[in-house]
């Protein structure tokens, strides 16, 4: 691999000053930059999250899909779509979500729950997750626009469309139970299985509907004491972006110079992949066919690292193309900072 020419290092002050010129304004101006990105306000006990990454081409057509291991879920986190947050016994993790329209949800996922942020089109403004197992409780806020929904919060059982509204959503693996209460506003709640009889049903304060497989029934019923316990835990959940947390978003958790020491090797990366590509389209010759791994291809200098020390991951897509990714400054491949270039693809 070749070493950095005389230009490329001057590019890579210019951009590390930029990145904190833009980042210091941002953080003056009180601005957030999560959009679909959402913020872990806190972690209690202890949580894990499994990142997703789907890479498609410009038609659409899905080349690759990838899921990373379990990892420790912490507080300061960004969740992205597709990442699926798993919690243990006697753990909680909340989670502030804005879109792009400057709505919020903030929810609490309970203990021994499992839940996935889903994926949205690209103008989707609906905030989308999936309960799979246990308790999720849901402040959802909204800037005046009742009649419209802004989250979508979804079990194999039922779906529960949001205005603006407090409540909470169990389900019950197995059986395939769900329960939706509601202490304010009011949700609706279509049922999505054929197992279900009926239509949607708008659930008021006051209510707790059950979508019951077994039965084939959707009931509501006046909510009982227990749950009108776990609702005011509703209130305790935080629903803001401190200047705090703006800040520790824009400077990577306060630290500022291990970011841009990050951005640095986030340009170097990026260099060394292109000569990656460079290597890979030489190496296929006249037959056009690229290798079956890096491996194949021969390295002057350097090594198949990335500069965070972790193993360029490449899959090769079809016989002239292919798929290059850093795992990026966190070291977990498919989370939102993977580096990623397609080649002989687009």
Partial sequence: MKSLPIKVIYFLIITIASLFAM????????????????????????????????????????????????????????????????????????????????????????????????????MDSVIKMALRRGTALVHALTLGAKKKEIFELRTPTATAG?????????????????????????????????????????????????????????????????????????????????MLDSLSNAFGNSKLFPEIYDQILTEIAKYSMGAFEDAVIINSGQSGEFPNSLQEIKLEKGNYNDPWGTPYFYKKTGSSSALLISAGPDKILYSSDDIVKFIGQK
Avoid: C
């Avoid at 601005?31 to 038609?59: C, F, P």
């Avoid at 304060?205 to 316990?229: F, I, Q, S, W, Y």
């Fill in 23 to 122: 980042k210091l304004a941002d953080w003056y101006k009180g601005e957030d930059k999560i959009e679909k990105n959402y913020l872990v306000k806190e972690v209690s006990g202890s949580a894990q999250i499994r990142h997703q990454a789907i890479y498609k081409t410009k038609e659409g057509s899905v080349i690759f899909k990838g899921e990373s291991e379990w990892t420790p879920l912490g507080p300061s986190s960004l969740v992205n779509q597709g990442d699926t947050i798993k919690t243990s016994a006697a753990s909680s993790v909340d989670i502030i979500m804005i879109n792009p329209q400057g709505t919020t949800v903030a929810s609490r996922i309970k203990e021994n729950s499992l839940i996935q942020i889903e994926s949205q089109k690209s």
């Fill in 162 to 242: 949001i205005r603006g509204t407090q409540f909470f959503v169990k389900h019950q693996q197995g059986a395939e139970r769900t329960q939706v209460a509601v202490s304010e506003g009011i949700v609706n709640v279509r049922p999505d299985t054929p197992l279900l009889q009926g239509a949607s049903v708008d659930v008021p304060v006051g209510k707790t509907l059950t979508a019951d497989p077994v039965t084939h029934l959707m009931n509501v019923v006046d909510t009982l004491p227990v749950d009108r316990e776990e609702l005011k835990e509703i209130k305790t959940i935080p629903t803001k972006i401190s």
